[in-house]
């Protein structure tokens, strides 16, 4: 048989064969010609025809289904493996907890804008509202934490919603899309018309994507006027695919360039303009830099708290460009001056269009001094790896496995291996994954679990901490059953270390159900039970060639280093405080002459000895 059906990009209808089948193979078949190669998931009773259904399709090499040992372990799968590879991530679970299991992953994809399809199984239609055995109102409980949300009513809406789940979670703002299929639904036959991906008409949907032109020239016009420009860059630079035109406007107009938690990656962090992250663990030099600016240029972010702290104070000599995709951002917590909504991509590329259109003089050393400044304050003010006698600092395990793997991928868990994975890994794009907006203690395993899936032989590496690690370490059985090669590191403190640190700062050191030394499980055991490969460290010598071991094993391994159990993560800022206002700096020292300098050979630049490239040509030092 064949049916006509609209061609969204011509208007005009297009003729297509159909077939019989049923609401589960519809879904499977939609799934594959979207390039879903990989599921991660739990099987259940409302969602076994869809089971059965996969059943054929991965015995044909058409999907590889991951069993994973909790939903929430597939959702934070799925997470991961789309921020690794920029495409849309695929979770299933059944009805009911199955469901509600996957919920702390949906807000977490939400809150991080990760591109996500959520199917869930659901009771028989004619059983919904009754209370059923596993009955959950999935669809209801998600309205908050999802782009979009579908309940299947008919077999024949399946192909046309999957095919507008992919399109809404994947442009635009990126986020979450749940799609919950009924039992019946997978087992209903019908006329099934193929859909191929874009073949979607959303009338109410057009994202903005370029920058209004106006706007593009008001936000050159401040570009010319500012002395203390910052390039401030969020998650959407990553969600973007913008690496490129983030680096070249910054070199174009010399920026600095700080990133927040989720913008790691968007800039080499390498590059002399870098000043790292910004926010309450941040650099000091970054807070300064964002203290002190005239102009703030926010791209792709959303000045979130743990950036601005006291935000009346935060840039508060700034005037403040905003890019951003979601005009509900623009203006949410900081008003602008001048905002622009459009992918962040496309605006930069027209800002720098513009600018050479307009032979905008872009004056390289404009900011020299304001550059100098700053590097004035990475000097006073470092990031400083400390060393003790008798036991190992959690930072020295952080910038061990960052000389010995450089170009890793990582995920972390949330605390204080966070942010000291944050402040000492220099990483690239879509290679940093962390659970930022929800900060979901138990998401680095999983999260690496489903990177590793996506990147291949590129290797994988969680940092965790002793408190995060056991959320969801039964996903060890996954990596066992599928041979996952992801290394684990755990900074093993004893402590919800971040928490003992705001008891201890903020409480008067009341340590209330905090410490996690009792009852913490020996993981060379642990990883014995799973058939997986363990290593404990204690000693400063054993932990370079335990790194090394690790990342040479052929499997998975987790490695427990047992860490000092008060270090305390700094600079911090505390609540209420503004970003300048920050704990834990180190002294600064006394200058006789100033900071030593070394000339560049290629252009006679002077320098300040900690650059790596020349501040006036870029060369290396």
């Known amino acids: 048989m064949v049916a006509s059906i609209p061609n969204p990009k011509t208007n005009f209808l297009k003729t297509v064969p159909s077939q019989r089948q049923t609401g589960a193979y519809i879904l499977m078949d939609s799934l594959k010609r979207h390039g879903v190669k990989h599921i991660f998931g739990y099987p259940?009773?409302?969602?076994?025809?869809?089971?059965?259904?996969?059943?054929?399709?991965?015995?044909?090499?058409?999907?590889?289904?991951?069993?994973?040992?909790?939903?929430?372990?597939?959702?934070?799968?799925?997470?991961?493996?789309?921020?690794?590879?920029?495409?849309?991530?695929?979770?299933?679970?059944?009805s009911g907890p199955g469901a509600t299991n996957l919920v702390t992953g949906i807000a977490n994809a939400h809150l991080d804008s990760v591109p996500m399809v959520v199917i869930t199984g659901q009771v028989g239609r004619a059983m919904i509202g009754s209370d059923a055995f596993q009955e959950i109102d999935i669809f209801g409980i998600t309205l908050p934490i999802v782009k979009h949300s579908y309940v299947v009513r008919s077999a024949a809406d399946m192909a046309r919603i999957v095919t507008e789940a992919f399109h809404l979670a994947s442009t635009g703002r990126p986020g979450p899309v749940l799609i919950d299929i009924p039992k019946d639904v997978g087992l209903e036959e019908c006329e099934y018309i193929p859909l191929e991906p874009g073949d979607v008409n959303l009338p109410g949907y057009?994202?903005?994507?370029?920058?209004?032109?106006?706007?593009?020239?008001?936000?050159?016009?401040?570009?010319?006027?500012?002395?203390?420009?910052?390039?401030?860059?969020?998650?959407?630079?990553?969600?973007?695919?913008?690496?490129?035109?983030?680096?070249?406007?910054?070199?174009?107009?010399?920026?600095?360039?700080?990133?927040?938690?989720?913008?790691?990656?968007?800039?080499?962090?390498?590059?002399?303009?870098?000043?790292?992250?910004?926010?309450?663990?941040?650099?000091?030099?970054?807070?300064?830099?964002?203290?002190?600016?005239?102009?703030?240029?926010?791209?792709?972010?959303r000045f979130d708290d743990r950036?601005?702290?006291?935000?009346?104070?935060f840039a508060s000599r700034a005037k403040v460009i905003h890019i951003d995709i979601d005009p509900a951002e623009v203006g949410k917590n900081k008003a602008p001056d001048v905002p622009?909504?459009?992918?962040?991509?496309?605006?930069?590329?027209?800002?720098?269009?513009?600018?050479?259109?307009?032979?905008?003089?872009?004056?390289?050393?404009?900011?020299?001094?304001?550059?100098?400044?700053?590097?004035?304050?990475?000097?006073?003010?470092?990031?400083?790896?400390?060393?003790?006698?008798?036991?190992?600092a959690p930072q020295e395990v952080v910038h061990e496995i960052g000389r010995q793997a450089p170009d890793a991928y990582y995920t972390t868990d949330v605390g204080q291996h966070q942010m000291w994975a944050a402040q000492f890994l220099n990483n690239g794009p879509r290679r940093w994954i962390s659970s930022a907006g929800l900060g979901t203690m138990g998401f680095g395993l999983p999260a690496a679990m489903g990177a590793k899936v996506g990147v291949g032989e590129e290797a994988v590496i969680c940092i965790s901490g002793d408190a995060s690690f056991q959320m969801n370490l039964q996903e060890l059985g996954t990596l066992a059953q599928y041979d996952i090669q992801v290394k684990t590191i755990i900074l093993n403190n004893g402590w919800q270390g971040m928490v003992r640190q705001w008891q201890q700062t903020f409480y008067e050191e009341r340590y209330s159900a905090s410490n996690m030394s009792q009852g913490m499980p020996d993981i060379n055991l642990l990883c014995e039970?799973?058939?997986?490969?363990?290593?404990?460290?204690?000693?400063?010598?054993?932990?370079?060639?335990?790194?090394?071991?690790?990342?040479?094993?052929?499997?998975?391994?987790?490695?427990?280093?047992?860490?000092k159990k008060d270090e305390n993560c700094y600079p911090m800022i505390a609540p209420g405080m503004s970003n300048a206002q920050m704990l834990g700096l180190p002294e600064v020292p006394v200058r006789d002459n100033g900071p030593q300098m070394v000339e560049c050979n290629h252009c006679q630049t002077q320098n300040f000895i900690t650059h790596r490239f020349c501040s006036g040509c870029g060369a290396k030092l």
């Open 307 to 313: 950036v601005t702290g006291k935000l009346d104070e």
């Open 529 to 563: 039970a799973y058939g997986i490969k363990g290593i404990t460290v204690r000693k400063r010598e054993d932990l370079a060639p335990a790194i090394a071991e690790m990342l040479a094993h052929n499997g998975p391994v987790v490695m427990d280093v047992v860490v």
């Open 340 to 392: 622009i909504v459009g992918d962040v991509r496309h605006v930069l590329e027209q800002l720098l269009q513009r600018s050479r259109e307009l032979d905008y003089p872009t004056h390289p050393h404009a900011t020299q001094e304001w550059l100098n400044r700053i590097d004035h304050w990475r000097i006073d003010y470092p990031l400083q790896v400390p060393h003790y006698e008798d036991t190992i």
């Open 44 to 94: 259940g009773g409302a969602i076994l025809p869809i089971y059965d259904e996969l059943y054929r399709f991965e015995a044909a090499g058409e999907v590889e289904h991951i069993l994973v040992r909790h939903e929430q372990g597939a959702s934070h799968a799925a997470d991961g493996y789309a921020r690794a590879t920029g495409k849309v991530g695929v979770c299933f679970g059944t």
């Open 206 to 301: 057009r994202p903005t994507v370029k920058g209004n032109p106006r706007q593009i020239n008001a936000a050159l016009q401040l570009l010319e006027q500012a002395k203390n420009p910052l390039l401030y860059v969020g998650g959407g630079a990553i969600a973007a695919n913008a690496h490129a035109q983030v680096q070249e406007f910054a070199e174009r107009f010399q920026l600095p360039v700080t990133t927040t938690l989720m913008g790691i990656g968007a800039f080499d962090e390498n590059h002399p303009l870098s000043v790292g992250m910004l926010g309450m663990h941040g650099t000091a030099y970054a807070n300064f830099a964002v203290s002190e600016c005239d102009l703030l240029i926010a791209v792709g972010a």
